[in-house]
């Protein structure tokens, strides 16, 4: 903005300051920029719009729900108000609620692929696979290489697991082809090392992912579980790490027949101290993932 | 758009909270000691969690199916004897274990990929205290009821 002070400035040149510095992530001069402007058009919902975009940028959900609120008693079809609205429902994790706008917006623009991935992540996050599914696959299919269906289909296959591994691979492939940049496709990657047992790999692109976003508690998150199966003190519990509960059921069952058969061939003091070996195993195996975790 | 069933709600307008299921470890726990019944109980809680008791219930009948075939085997036909002297004194209790982890593995067929869902996307499990230790307590009085029917 390059008017004086005190003169009235232009509200297009206001709303294309704003929108650009919003483009590039520049929230605090963004939100000078927009106060600047409600100060003279305080009943422009664009600008009250990006200022509720701002809020919600910054974590500053409630103020952002505010404004939204305000701009859609104003313009109850503005398309980003309603979308933004939506995740701050999601966010809030009032899922019904942001259900009930992807759906009218997506009953008003059949072939937007941002509401389907969007939905579709509603839906992967209340445990509603096939829909999601669906939701992904009918994004994909108005635009092939939308970032956001991408990630959740690729995402459904990691989950799935069941497919074939060429199409579990295929969508993370065009995922990581067409979208390198996004951090999205580096938590998909990482994901899909870790699934296939490659956990060093995987947290080092965990690691490198929380460098850049040290804010996220989910990455965080998901990246202190990642060195917890590389330390070096879990190298006993491979077989859960590996095979999951599968694996878990092996050593308990195997640890009781082993003892079993043990009884008949070696000498009743060895097979008690072997019998509080594999009980010391077995609460080790229950315990020390948990305190582990705690300490890391 | 042609598939118009997509823009049907799925959520309850009721419910706040995100969809979530007891744990594995809940569910383990619960048919490990609780047997099959135990455990079956569980992964009924999660499919009416998930509003999916509609698909899931041939799960009860197949714990009630390995509970009442295995104890109708160990009491009526002598697999009572068997089992103690193939694994033991505590070999009854062993068979109870052991079809405990194969009702969780059926389990775990059914709802891996709800479990997978949940892990990938951080989400917390409910409590799994009192419904485990509830299940756990009503798997064995029912095992030890119909072993009583099943007593000559």
Not at chain 1, 153 to 171: F, P
Not at chain 1, 172 to 190: G, K, N, T
Not at chain 1, 200 to 213: I, P, T
Not at chain 2, 114 to 119: E, G, L, P
Request: aromatic share 8%.
């Amino acid at each position: 903005m390059n008017e004086s002070s005190g003169s009235k400035p232009d509200l297009a040149s206001v709303l294309h300051e704003a929108h650009a510095l919003v483009e590039r992530r520049r929230y605090a001069q963004a939100r000078s920029v927009v106060a600047r402007g409600l100060s003279h058009f305080p009943d422009d919902s664009e600008l009250q719009y990006l200022g509720a975009f701002v809020d919600y940028a910054e974590d500053r959900h409630a103020q952002a729900m505010q404004s939204i609120r305000r701009v859609l008693a104003q313009n109850p079809q503005h398309y980003g108000a309603r979308m933004l609205c939506a995740h701050l429902h999601d966010e809030a994790q009032e899922f019904p609620q942001a259900e009930q706008l992807w759906i009218e917006l997506l009953r008003e623009y059949p072939e937007d692929p941002d509401c389907y991935a969007a939905y579709a992540e509603l839906m992967l996050k209340t445990l509603n696979l096939d829909k999601a599914e669906r939701l992904a696959r009918e994004g994909l299919r108005h635009a092939p290489e939308h970032h956001g269906c991408l990630f959740v289909a690729t995402m459904i296959d990691l989950i799935r697991g069941g497919g074939s591994r060429q199409r579990r691979s295929e969508n993370l492939e065009r995922l990581l082809r067409e979208h390198p940049e996004h951090v999205r496709s580096s938590i998909a990657l990482a994901v899909a090392l870790n699934e296939r047992g490659e956990h060093g790999n995987a947290l080092r692109v965990a690691q490198e992912l929380v460098r850049n976003q040290p804010d996220s508690e989910h990455l965080v998150t998901f990246a202190r579980e990642l060195k917890l199966r590389n330390h070096w003190s879990m190298l006993p519990l491979y077989p859960m790490l590996r095979w999951g509960w599968g694996g878990a059921a092996f050593v308990t069952l195997g640890g009781i027949f082993a003892l079993r058969a043990a009884r008949g061939v070696l000498p009743e003091s060895v097979v008690v101290m072997l019998g509080f070996v594999w009980l010391a195993y077995v609460i080790y195996s229950w315990t020390w993932p948990a305190i582990l975790r705690k300490l890391l | 758009m042609a598939e118009n069933e997509l823009l049907q709600p799925s959520l309850d307008s009721d419910k706040g909270a995100a969809t979530s299921i007891y744990s594995t470890t809940t569910g383990y726990m619960a048919a490990f000691f609780g047997g099959p019944l135990g455990g079956a109980v569980i992964a009924l809680l999660n499919s009416h969690r998930l509003r999916r008791l509609a698909v899931d219930w041939p799960l009860g009948v197949v714990a009630l199916a390995i509970t009442t075939g295995t104890l109708w085997w160990e009491v009526r036909s002598g697999g009572t004897r068997w089992l103690v002297e193939n694994l033991g004194p505590s070999g009854p209790r062993v068979a109870v274990r052991i079809m405990g982890l194969a009702m969780f593995g059926i389990v775990y067929l059914a709802h891996g990929k709800y479990y997978r869902n949940m892990s990938l996307f951080g989400l917390k499990p409910p409590s799994g205290w009192v419904p485990g230790i509830a299940a756990i307590v009503g798997g064995t009085l029912a095992m030890m009821g119909i072993a009583m029917l099943l007593a000559p």
